[in-house]
DNA sequence: TTTACATTGCGTTATTATGACACAATGATA
DNA sequence: TATCATTGTGTCATAATAACGCAATGTAAA
């Protein structure tokens, strides 16, 4: 069976190819009908969900790893991702669970840089959850969103580097943009909104939203009007790349 | 020689010890006659001036691999350290540099884990600069303060980092107080304002910036007054600990 | 066809935060 | 005793923010 050969290399000789102790692990973010998902991986090794993760290769930098990582799960490539943190707790290690999975597809090891603790360092990404084709790998049995409100049980010490990743992201809402890659090319003013108040988890003034957002020109007003909805219709707007981008760099400017 | 020995260890069975492939950097910052200075090591392997670093043990957070470090070279104990940021770029090795300095030391080695590369982790420390005793290692042949605005030559990329750290830094101010570490118990209003000065390299209003800093309530007045200065005397102030401690969490609030 | 109504777009107003500056009090030094 | 750089406290104009009003829109119900 192919597999088996494929993960008995990986025990046995990964570490000719990758760096040891150390991985990434990438909170890969979506939004679809207002909720905020994570992508996740089901650990065929732990029979638990975990965070889409891999390793550095021996000549590779790390923000690599993580678009690797990125495009192999959702086939997404040139996807901005950004490290947020380091986890380093020294019981990071999978060693037990490692060697009964290896039992089971038949393997026994004594040694592997597989059983070894590992420090990992978090990456996010944003992504547009309709563009996203989800792929398992060797290693999982599935891979499938979540809704943030409802993550399952997860391996080592994955959901506290999810809560991690989410207060990162409400902070960095302060000082940068966000949606253009998690919100269609198209979209209207009240989905923006509700993507601020969903990663927010609290209302915002729907007026003043919207001065505030305005106020920074990183939107263009589209001459089109959404159809088929009940109640007024909302205009289109799509992002100003351009000053997007400035804004990503300078900061927004103000307090939502 | 001892240290003939210690370093050949170091190089031989340091893997033993140590997970591979991975470091911290500290980024000691004091702050004295106003003037913010870094802790820098003289790396004898390179003849260059270097982040004082070191690394994990197998069974170690890493925050207490950087506090260790921190120890090490300042003798100062329960020190609050932040991790800042990963630097990984493929070619952080000094395995050149690092032959040609057992051969000086008259050790051959073909092999060793200090050959490969690294990936490091930037910590930060906010110290009191009197209270410091910088302490060279086995690996350096000095242990020194440099003023921000004088930075000598180093290895690698440890200006890179320090860089950032600096950027690091000045974002803090703005969410986060400063100072706790970095000043004597008493301190007076200007002195507090220089090492904000100082730190972002700008002036601030006099009147503002005490009005500022007052209302976040971080500060308790003493009624004690500068003895021996021209001039008006001013305050002493210390820090309300608690309240300060609570600033950290939720933030201060304002900006400079 | 008309009416009701939730929603959008564009405003106003009160409150608070901020930047810029005025002035008297202080106390060592001339 | 006068000088003067510095400190402590306060004022005022301006900008940012929060809270709210109201007409326009267009589907859905009457």
């Known amino acids: 069976m ?10 046995l000789k990964g570490h000719e190819k990758y760096l040891r102790n150390i991985s990434v692990d990438c909170l890969i973010f979506g939004f679809h009908e207002n909720e905020l998902k994570i992508l996740l991986l089901h650990a065929k090794y732990a029979g638990l969900w975990a965070l889409p993760g891999g390793f550095i290769l021996k000549e590779e930098h790390m923000d690599e790893a993580a678009k690797r990582v990125l495009e192999q ?6 996807i901005y991702m950004e490290q947020f943190r380091v986890f380093s707790q020294p019981n990071r290690s999978t060693k037990k669970i490692n060697k009964q999975f290896l039992k089971n597809v038949g393997i026994e090891l004594e040694e592997s840089w597989m059983f070894e603790r590992f420090i990992t360092v978090g990456y996010t990404a944003l992504v547009d959850f309709t563009k996203v084709q989800p792929v398992a790998d060797t290693f999982s049995s599935a891979c499938e969103w979540f809704n943030i409100s409802n ?4 391996i080592l010490d994955h959901k506290e580097i999810l809560k991690k990743a989410l207060e990162n992201l ?6 940068q943009p966000v949606g253009y890659n998690l919100l269609p090319e198209k979209f209207t003013m ?3 909104q509700k993507l601020y108040e ?21 939107l263009k007003k589209l001459n089109e009007i959404k159809k088929a909805v009940a109640h007024k219709a909302p205009s ?7 000053k997007y981008q ?9 307090e939502l």
């Open 73 to 78: 799960r959702t086939g997404l490539k040139s």
């Open 246 to 254: 400035k804004a990503l760099k300078a900061g927004m400017g103000f």
């Open 198 to 218: 969903t990663i927010l988890d609290k209302k915002l003034d729907r007026r003043n939203f919207q001065r505030k957002i305005i106020g920074t020109g990183i």
């Open 151 to 154: 993550i399952p049980e997860m």
């Open 2 to 11: 192919i597999f088996e050969k494929e993960i008995k290399e990986h025990y």
């Open 190 to 192: 009240p989905d923006l």
């Open 170 to 175: 409400r902070l960095q809402l302060n000082y």
């Open 236 to 242: 289109y707007y799509k992002f100003d790349l351009r």
